[in-house]
C-alpha cells in the first residue's frame, strides 16, 4: 500500500522527454523532406515507375538524401542560432529557444549524416547492386552534404549565389535518383529542376524583402541586396525561362521518341498554371516565405501537380 500511493504521488516525468523527442525531431525537419522526392524525378520521366528494382532504388536514395539534408538543417541552425534569436518566428527553433543544446545538435548531425551514408550501402545489400553505384551515389550526396556547409557557413551571405546553390541542390537530388536508379537524365529535365527551384527560391527571398521593408531589420545578411523591384522581375524572368524550357522539352524530337507520344505539349497549361499561382501567392498575398508550406496547405497547387501527374502519365504510359 505504501508502494502505490508513494507512485501515486511521484508519477514518472514522461513530459520532459516527449518534449525534448519532439525538439529533436522539429531540429531534422522531416516535413521538409519532401524536397527530396525529386530523386524520384528520373524514374518518372525515364518510363520506369513501375519498375520494382527502381523504385526501391529510389526509395533508399530518397531516405539517403533526407537524412543528409536533416544533418545540413541542424548544423545550420547551429550556425544561425544568434540571428535566428532575433527573428519573430525564427526564435522558435529548438536551438534558438534552448530546447536542444548545441552539443546535442552536433551530435544528432553527425547521426544524421552517418545514416546517410549508411544508407547507400543498402543498395548492394537490397538490391544487389554494383558497388559503383554505391560510391557514385555517395559521391553526389557527400558533394551535397559540403556545398551545404560551405553555404551555411558562407556562400549564403552573397545575393544570386545563395539562390543559385539552393537551386542547385535540387539539381543534386535528381542526379542522386538518377545514378541510384541507373537511369540518364536529359538535359531538358536537369534545366527545368534548375530553373523551377530557383524561381521558388527567389519567391522565398520576396519575403525577407518584405519583412525588411516593414521593419527596416534585414532578416539575412543579404537581403539588403534585394529589393521588391529586382525579385519581382527575377520571378517574371525564371517563371517564362522555365515555362519555355518546358515546351521546348515536349516537343523536342529526343522526348517524342523516348514517349511515342508528340501530345506531351498538352502538359504545359498545368506548368504555366502552377507559375501564376505561385506568383499570386507571392505577390498578392505575399505568403511565398515557405516553399513546402505553400506546397502542403495550398489545394489549387496540389490539384494541377495531381492533374499534371494524370495527364503526364497517361499520355507516357497509357497513350
Known sequence: MHYKEKSMTNPPDTSHKMKKTEALLRLIRPAQWIKNFFVFAPILFGGALFNVYALI??????????????????????????????????????????????????????????????????FTLINYEPIVTVLSTLGV???????????????????????CIVAFGFVLRMIAGGVATNIMLSKWIVLMTFLITLFMSFAKRRDDVLRMEATGEAPRKNTIRYN??????????????????????????????????????????????????????????????????????????QLDVLAWLITFMLIIYVG
Open 57 to 122: 532504388d529510389g526509395i533508399i536514395a530518397f531516405f539517403a538524401f533526407s537524412f543528409a539534408a536533416s544533418s545540413i538543417y541542424c548544423f545550420n541552425d547551429i550556425h544561425d542560432v544568434a540571428d535566428d534569436r532575433r527573428h519573430p518566428e525564427k526564435c522558435h527553433r529548438p536551438i534558438a529557444s534552448g530546447a536542444v543544446s548545441v552539443p546535442q545538435a552536433y551530435g544528432l548531425m553527425m547521426l544524421m549524416f552517418v545514416l546517410s551514408v549508411g544508407s547507400c550501402f543498402l
Open 228 to 301: 521588391s523591384t529586382f525579385i519581382n522581375q527575377a520571378l517574371t524572368i525564371t517563371a517564362s525561362v522555365t515555362l519555355v524550357c518546358y515546351i521546348m522539352y515536349t516537343v523536342s524530337p529526343e522526348t517524342q521518341a523516348r514517349f511515342h507520344s508528340d501530345y506531351l505539349y498538352l502538359t504545359s497549361i498545368y506548368v504555366l498554371l502552377g507559375l501564376l499561382r505561385y506568383i499570386q501567392i507571392a505577390v498578392v498575398d505575399k505568403k511565398s516565405g515557405n516553399p513546402t508550406k505553400v506546397i502542403i496547405h495550398d489545394h489549387f497547387i
Open 141 to 163: 550526396i557527400v558533394f551535397y552534404w559540403l556545398l551545404n556547409l560551405a553555404y551555411c557557413i558562407r556562400l549564403k551571405q552573397y545575393a544570386i549565389i545563395d539562390v
